[in-house]
């Protein structure tokens, strides 16, 4: 999944998902499902909160900052 100019909510449900939402410099919030999941963030998506709270907050696997 790719997100796109602006602020995304995005929730990936069951399975493994790739998630992209970097690249727009926005605010974005990310949910990730019971698989296996890779989430590409950038710098703004950290504004409120640290890498750590975001990765344990989406429960995505990954977690990747661009």
Not at 30 to 50: F, H, P, Q
Request: charged fraction near 30%; hydrophobic fraction near 35%; aromatic fraction near 6%.
């Amino acid at each position: 999944m790719f997100g796109g100019p602006g602020a995304e909510v995005i929730d990936s449900g069951p399975g493994g998902d790739f998630v992209n939402v970097a690249g727009d410099a926005r605010r974005d919030s990310v949910s990730c499902g019971t698989a296996k999941d890779t989430a590409v963030i950038d710098r703004a998506d950290l504004v409120r909160e640290s890498f750590e709270d975001f990765a344990r907050r989406s429960s995505c696997e990954n977690v990747i900052v661009r």
